[in-house]
């Protein structure tokens, strides 16, 4: 496997379900993020992690709750979610600067709906 | 008002024509200026980035911003079939360059 990687790639849930989103970097990258990216809105920033730690929470709400054990991996965990979450989730990784750019690489998303 | 403006089309151009795609923004702070492209069923890649003021170009690819007006543009030259694609738009400050601000994206479609 090579970049950036996404499990599963299409994931159907109800709304009482839980579910979790997998994201595997193989960049040796040292932040990972999680956006979000509605029909006809622009790609929202969720998540940030730098070397494990999480950076920046962009008002999310605590239906979502990401887990990131290492610098390689990165969880979203899904609850009690609404159909307005339907969306495609695409996670990111950048090698992690303290300044300028930082450019990051996404990976092929997972396209949730919610029931 | 919305940070970043960019027009959804879609935009549709014969092959070989030259493409313009345009952002404007609102906040000053923003630095770092980068152009991604979407496959459909893809993530977005990186195509274009700039910093600050001024032209990069890349191949049959120029991006250009104007932070006078605050204002960037990509122009694709002589383009292909292959270049069908969304094009997003994307920004972030000196400080907090992780925190990209994207544009909605622009569909574009090259008729062959």
């Known amino acids: 496997e090579t970049g950036v990687t996404q499990t599963p790639r299409h994931l159907v849930m109800g709304m009482t379900n839980k579910k979790s989103l997998k994201c595997e970097q193989h960049?040796?990258?040292?932040?990972m993020y999680w956006y979000k990216q509605s029909a006809k809105k622009p790609l929202e920033l969720m998540f940030v992690?730098?070397?494990?730690?999480?950076?920046e929470n962009n008002s999310v709400p605590s239906r979502f709750s990401p887990e990131c054990p290492n610098s390689s991996h990165l969880f979203l965990h899904l609850h009690t979610l609404q159909p307005e979450d339907s969306a495609l989730y695409l996670c990111?990784?950048?090698?992690?600067?303290?300044?300028?750019?930082?450019?990051?690489?996404f990976g092929p998303g997972t396209r949730l709906t919610v029931l | 008002q919305k940070e970043v403006e960019q027009d959804p089309g879609p935009l549709s151009v014969p092959e070989g024509a030259i493409v313009s795609l345009n952002c404007t923004y609102s906040?000053?702070?923003?630095?770092?200026f980068m152009w991604y492209r979407q496959y459909s069923r893809k993530g977005p890649e990186l195509l274009m980035y700039?910093?600050?003021?001024g032209n990069k170009e890349d191949g049959r690819f120029t991006a250009q911003v104007d932070k006078s007006s605050k204002y960037i543009s990509l122009f694709i030259r002589d383009s292909q079939p292959s270049d069908s694609a969304t094009y997003l738009c994307?920004?972030?400050?000196?400080?907090?360059?992780?925190?990209?601000?994207f544009g909605q994206g622009t569909r574009l479609t090259i008729n062959p």
């Open positions: 990111a990784s950048s090698p992690g600067s303290a300044g300028g750019t930082d450019t990051q690489y």
């Open positions: 906040n000053s702070a923003f630095q770092y």
């Open positions: 994307a920004m972030s400050r000196r400080e907090g360059a992780q925190k990209l601000v």
């Open positions: 700039t910093y600050s003021s």
């Open positions: 992690y730098n070397f494990k730690e999480q950076t």
């Open positions: 960049l040796g990258h040292n932040a």
